[in-house]
């Protein structure tokens, strides 16, 4: 009956052992931290909209880490976030992030944000 078990259940007790381990002991840094309030797809449509993909006048965002500093070969800063949800949620946001005064972000764009979400 042991050697029955043993074959039967080795590996979901091996897989349990490491993964209490890695929760307990993780293998990774955890930083820079991962922002969850959607900036990065503001930026995007921020900048599609302004037609300047520099990000670098987004550049007091740098304390977030949303925004890097100017690349020395380009001159250009780097948004971390990659542009596929925000090119997604751009004919529906794009409208309501050019009524916001140029502003990154506006209440009306983050409630249009959280209906889609729920909708969808």
Not at 69 to 96: D, H, S, W
Request: glycine share 4%; net charge neutral; charged share 15%.
């Amino acid at each position: 009956m042991t050697i029955r078990f043993i074959s039967k259940w080795w590996a979901p007790i091996a897989f349990s052992f490491i993964a209490i381990f890695v929760t307990i002991y993780p293998s990774y840094k955890n930083t820079p931290p991962i922002r969850s309030d959607g900036l990065g797809y503001h930026i995007w449509t921020r900048a599609i909209l302004d037609g300047n993909l520099s990000f670098c006048e987004y550049a007091h965002l740098d304390n977030s880490q949303a925004i890097s500093a100017p690349q020395e070969l380009t001159g250009r800063c780097i948004n971390k976030y990659p542009p596929g949800l925000a090119v997604l949620r751009f004919p529906v946001m794009a409208f309501f992030t050019s009524s916001n005064h140029d502003q990154l972000r506006s209440s009306s764009e983050d409630t249009v944000n959280q209906i889609f979400s729920l909708a969808f």
